[in-house]
């Protein structure tokens, strides 16, 4: 089945170790995004990936780096500067948009991240 | 800065009621818009979206939105939820045509009593 997996569902840490969440995506798609969703505060872009060996900041990318080796795999690390790193994070991925258009994204089922 | 609002942080309905989630976004040129609903414990997924075109939009499960570009806003609307219905919704909007990004709302929580 195609789809976006994010490993693992639930993850604990201790405060100041860094942690690396998995993004796997098998729908060829070019772009992959990285999100945090906090509760009231909808969902904040961390980094995006349009193409292989190419990503940009989002809004909150402060205490958190990404690599984008392969077209289907986005890893993001969460660093120790990450002052708090509590949070549901999801992954996405879209096709390229045509024409002015802007594909929707696909959603992974996201990763708990608690930082003892 | 561009932004997206709604209005509601949290909806309670009855089964049979109808809904309507507000969204308006800030002013950016020609945009697309998106409503995305997570149910408990499942994906974020797509309920509808717009480009162009009809500014009515028919999605999944019943669900459609309006456009109106005058008020910046596209509400997401529902003649008559059901207990399946509950979910959190989030409006998003794309500035950039196909170079830019989705920025979210901070998303309407809905609870329909069965």
């Known amino acids: 089945d195609g789809g976006i997996t994010q490993s693992p569902k639930y993850l604990f840490r201790k405060e100041g170790q860094n942690v690396t969440l998995s993004c796997e995506q098998n729908?060829?798609?070019?772009?992959m995004y990285w999100y945090r969703q906090d509760p009231g505060q909808g969902l904040r872009l961390i980094y995006y990936?349009?193409?292989?060996?190419?990503?940009q900041k989002g809004d909150i990318a402060e205490g958190y780096s990404v690599s984008r080796e392969k077209k289907e795999s986005f890893p993001l690390t969460v660093t120790s500067a990450q002052k708090n790193p509590t949070a549901f994070y999801l992954c996405?991925?879209?096709?390229?948009?045509?024409?002015?258009?802007?594909?929707?994204?696909?959603f992974g089922p996201g990763t708990r991240l608690t930082v003892l | 800065a561009q932004s997206v609002s709604q209005h509601n942080h949290h909806v309670i309905l009855s089964e049979a009621a109808s809904l309507e989630l507000g969204c308006n976004y800030s002013?950016?040129?020609?945009?697309?818009l998106f409503w995305y609903v997570q149910y408990p414990g499942q994906h974020l997924q797509l309920l509808l979206k717009?480009?162009?075109?009809?500014?009515l939009v028919k999605g999944i499960k019943g669900f459609e939105a309006e456009f109106i570009k005058s008020k910046f806003s596209f509400n997401l609307r529902k003649p008559s939820v059901q207990w399946s219905d509950t979910a959190e919704y989030f409006c998003?909007?794309?500035?950039?045509?196909?170079?830019?990004?989705?920025?979210f709302g901070k998303g309407t929580k809905l609870s329909v009593k069965p």
């Open positions: 729908l060829n798609h070019d772009a």
């Open positions: 996405a991925s879209s096709p390229p948009g045509r024409g002015g258009y802007y594909n929707e994204q696909f």
């Open positions: 002013y950016g040129g020609t945009v697309n």
């Open positions: 998003a909007v794309n500035y950039g045509g196909s170079q830019g990004n989705l920025i």
């Open positions: 990936s349009q193409i292989v060996n190419d990503f």
């Open positions: 717009y480009f162009s075109g009809d500014p």
